[in-house]
């Protein structure tokens, strides 16, 4: 991905299998944001071929790719501040909807019958991710770790096969980074695949299937955890030169 004469992102290779969860982790400017605006849409390559599913998928737009099934969260958290926690959800449980203008327009007894369904699923979603008892408060009065949790459910309300998630555990606290922890666990026990984006190395560590490491736009390093760990480009690169650096 080149901007003007930025390289972005370089050569950049990976897989992601079915029912895992791949962290992505680097340098602040190392491109990971970019690769996820390239996966959902955001923008197209300047070079290259997405696929999903087998299918090639770059030059979808973004509503388009999350039909097929790939939804995401955002590093600077993007909610409907003014709606209500419950329509949050519902909005994103409306891509999956199907009605006609006039229907909609006229309220139905169809188009009734859907949106109490769709109410229904979101208050599921809700108690999923812990936020049931705040389904008729405004999105802008939670605190951080609930909007967080709440734009995960909003993701989910697309009924994805692959999550991705930027940055879930930035600004929490030790407790809500465990909840959000536990959730991402709690997401791939559903059999929903999470692409996961975070600097919170115990996270990461603690919850990656795999993990691929990126650098001034490059992949530098994939692989376990292990082997991540111990890899002396991510040392000197991103985890610290020392243990003391990485502790």
């Given at each position: 991905m080149a901007f003007g004469g930025l390289m972005a992102l370089i050569n950049i290779h990976f897989n992601v299998?079915?029912?895992?969860?791949?962290?992505?982790?680097?340098?602040?400017?190392?491109?990971?944001?970019?690769?996820?605006?390239?996966?959902?849409?955001?923008?197209?390559?300047?070079?290259?071929?997405?696929?999903?599913?087998?299918?090639?998928?770059?030059k979808l737009k973004a509503h388009e790719i999350a039909e097929l099934g790939i939804s995401r969260t955002f590093q600077t958290i993007e909610l409907f501040g003014n709606m209500t926690v419950l329509e949050n959800v519902m909005v994103g449980c409306h891509t999956r909807a199907r009605s006609s203008f006039i229907a909609s327009g006229l309220q139905l007894p169809h188009v009734k019958h859907k949106e109490e369904q769709i109410r229904a699923k979101a208050m599921e979603i809700l108690k999923f991710v812990g936020l049931a008892e705040k389904f008729s408060e405004s999105a802008?009065?939670?605190?951080?770790?609930?909007?967080?949790?709440?734009?995960?459910?909003?993701?989910?309300?697309?009924?994805?096969?692959?999550?991705?998630?930027?940055?879930p555990a930035a600004?929490?606290?030790?407790?809500?980074?465990?909840?959000?922890?536990?959730?991402?666990?709690?997401?791939?026990?559903?059999?929903?695949?999470?692409?996961?984006?975070?600097?919170?190395?115990?996270?990461?560590?603690?919850?990656?299937?795999?993990?691929m490491v990126l650098n001034?736009?490059?992949?530098?390093?994939?692989?376990?955890?292990?082997?991540?760990?111990?890899?002396?480009?991510?040392?000197?690169?991103?985890?610290?030169?020392?243990?003391?650096?990485?502790?």
């Amino acid at each position: 991905m080149a901007f003007g004469g930025l390289m972005a992102l370089i050569n950049i290779h990976f897989n992601v299998k079915e029912g895992m969860v791949k962290a992505i982790i680097g340098p602040n400017g190392a491109g990971k944001t970019t690769l996820f605006n390239i996966i959902t849409g955001t923008f197209p390559p300047t070079e290259g071929v997405v696929r999903f599913m087998g299918r090639p998928i770059q030059k979808l737009k973004a509503h388009e790719i999350a039909e097929l099934g790939i939804s995401r969260t955002f590093q600077t958290i993007e909610l409907f501040g003014n709606m209500t926690v419950l329509e949050n959800v519902m909005v994103g449980c409306h891509t999956r909807a199907r009605s006609s203008f006039i229907a909609s327009g006229l309220q139905l007894p169809h188009v009734k019958h859907k949106e109490e369904q769709i109410r229904a699923k979101a208050m599921e979603i809700l108690k999923f991710v812990g936020l049931a008892e705040k389904f008729s408060e405004s999105a802008d009065s939670l605190p951080l770790g609930e909007r967080k949790m709440l734009e995960i459910g909003r993701a989910l309300a697309t009924e994805p096969t692959l999550l991705c998630l930027d940055e879930p555990a930035a600004g929490l606290n030790e407790t809500e980074t465990e909840k959000a922890s536990s959730l991402i666990n709690a997401i791939k026990e559903k059999g929903i695949t999470v692409l996961l984006v975070e600097h919170d190395m115990k996270v990461v560590m603690n919850i990656s299937d795999e993990i691929m490491v990126l650098n001034y736009g490059e992949k530098i390093a994939e692989g376990l955890s292990e082997e991540i760990q111990n890899n002396p480009k991510v040392i000197e690169a991103y985890l610290g030169s020392s243990e003391e650096d990485r502790a």
